[in-house]
């Protein structure tokens, strides 16, 4: 089991430059999530996917769009990169037995480290 | 506005000795969750609480939760340099996680 798996680790844009953020799970889980990490920000939810076919806001989601493209897969698009788009990324999924209103644990991958210039 | 808050952020402490990480939340909510990261690292679970009163327990790392005040804690027991690292809480409210800013702790030998 590879668990949570995100492409690319690292990648360098220059303003106003597009790109896709990969992610796939390999754990059969209903929910997953995009998540930016600021120093001293702790996590901020980008976007979620609490099962296949939805998506919703989280706190940050404006500059972002989300696609749950099947069950294993949830990519984050950047249309217009911008400098205070520079942060590391990070996915994660759960299982999520539909209890209303509650997530279980999360599990993450490894991130991306995006810098826009 | 949906609030955690960490106390301290930032920890400095000799090994051996014990210290206790302070998490408090705006809402209500029964469940909460710690993590861990390491430096350049992904974050790993550490404990879910998912009731008023629940005390897990790992290692060195003891986690509590008092839903009535809104508060848990995560105790460290006679601390070893390998507990290094940030700690996070992060509160379940809506299908969502809502995240405190990160204890980060560094343990001297």
């Known amino acids: 089991n590879a668990g949570v798996t995100q492409t690319p680790k690292f990648q360098v844009l220059k303003t106003g430059q597009s790109m896709t953020l990969q992610c796939a799970q390999d754990?059969?889980?209903?929910?997953m999530y995009w998540y930016r990490q600021d120093p001293g920000m702790g996590l901020r939810l980008i976007y979620y996917?609490?099962?296949?076919?939805?998506?919703d806001k989280g706190e940050v989601p404006n500059g972002y769009n989300v696609s749950r493209l099947n069950k294993r897969e949830f990519s984050l698009r950047l249309e217009s990169a911008a400098p205070s788009q520079t942060s590391v990324y990070f996915c994660?999924?759960?299982?999520?037995?539909?209890?209303?209103?509650?997530?279980?644990?999360?599990?993450f991958g490894p991130g991306t480290r995006l810098t826009v210039l | 506005e949906l609030k955690v808050e960490q106390n301290p952020l930032f920890l400095s402490m000799q090994e051996g000795k014990n210290y206790t990480i302070y998490c408090n939340y705006s809402?209500?909510?029964?469940?909460l969750y710690w993590y861990r990261q390491d430096p350049g690292k992904s974050l790993e679970s550490l404990f879910v609480l998912l009731s008023n009163g629940a005390v897990k327990q790992e290692g060195r790392l003891m986690a509590s939760l008092d839903t009535k005040a809104r508060l848990s804690t995560l105790h460290i027991t006679a601390a070893v340099h390998d507990l290094s690292a940030t700690y996070f809480c992060a509160v379940d409210i809506n299908y969502q996680l809502i995240w405190g800013a990160g204890t980060k702790l560094i343990i001297k030998p």
């Open positions: 996917s609490a099962s296949e076919g939805t998506t």
């Open positions: 754990m059969n889980h209903n929910s």
């Open positions: 994660a999924s759960s299982v999520n037995q539909g209890l209303a209103g509650i997530t279980d644990t999360q599990y």
């Open positions: 809402t209500t909510s029964d469940r």
